[in-house]
């Protein structure tokens, strides 16, 4: 037997390790375009995107977005992407999202100021202002000619939240603010009615001069759930910035 025959017998099991470690790399590279800017996106702990690995998981997660915002993703764990796959109940217990509004995506970048004047405005005004955007969800879900409803028509399913209890700012720094809220969704189909507790967080993350939103939600039982929420998206926002070469 050549060298280069028992080089190559002995390169294979480092080949097979390469071929399966390779694809998990590129997966945590998504890579997501906001106007002319693109911007990187690291899956947070425990979930994978489903835009593309699940289609109808994704039109799911466009329903509990804020109204006029785009979904860069929705994120899920692997078990509810199979589900979805093969039309088995799913779990959802813990979920996430990254979303921009659509009206400032090819809009110059932000200035700083704008950033720190929406920080200050969302800490004095955060009950409000979630409840604004739960009222706009409602509207824009009972509306005839809108497309997220007619999706929740042709399901015969419906969807309601109720009114978000604020946590307050928990967590911020130099480009970046969290809010966190408690919120029931009641959702209903073919006469089953579900009504999920939520922990919910909203992070907003100036990133490349773009402003992100990332929303992260848990099953909400007792304060353990929220500080494992908090966490979580404690760690995905600043692997986020990291990843975009943003200082926090």
């Known amino acids: 037997m050549s060298k280069t025959t028992k080089h190559a017998r002995l390169l294979q099991p480092c080949l097979l390790a390469l071929s399966l470690i390779l694809p998990l790399t590129a997966q945590a590279d998504i890579t997501a375009q906001v106007g002319n800017v693109t911007i990187v996106l690291p899956d947070p702990n ?35 992407v199979q589900a979805s796959l093969n039309d088995q109940p799913l779990n959802m217990g813990k979920t996430a999202a990254v979303v921009v509004d659509r009206d400032s995506e090819y809009k110059p970048d932000v200035p700083e100021s704008y950033f720190n004047g929406l920080k200050e405005y969302i800490r004095k005004n955060i009950d409000s202002t979630m409840d604004v955007v739960r ?13 997220q409803a007619q999706n929740l ?7 309601d939240f109720s009114k978000p209890k604020s946590l307050g700012m928990i967590d911020e720094s130099k480009n970046h603010f969290t809010s ?5 969704i009641s959702a209903e189909r073919n006469g089953v009615r579900v009504e999920p507790v939520l922990g919910c967080t909203m992070s907003i993350v100036l990133v490349k001069g773009k402003l992100l939103n990332v929303l992260m939600y848990h099953d909400y039982q007792s ?17 986020i910035a990291a990843a975009n070469g943003t200082p926090l």
Do not use: C
Not at 180 to 184: L, N
């Open 46 to 80: 425990g979930l994978v995107p489903t835009k593309k690995a699940s289609p109808n998981l994704f039109a799911i997660g466009t329903l509990v977005v804020p109204p006029r915002h785009n979904v860069l993703d929705y994120y899920t764990s692997e078990a509810d």
């Open 135 to 147: 009222q706009k969800q409602a509207a824009k879900l009972s509306d005839p000619n809108d497309e």
């Open 153 to 159: 028509k042709k399901i015969d399913m419906t969807l």
């Open 180 to 184: 966190a809220f408690i919120m029931k």
């Open 223 to 239: 304060d353990y759930d929220l500080k494992a929420l908090y966490a979580d998206t404690k760690d995905w926002v600043r692997r």
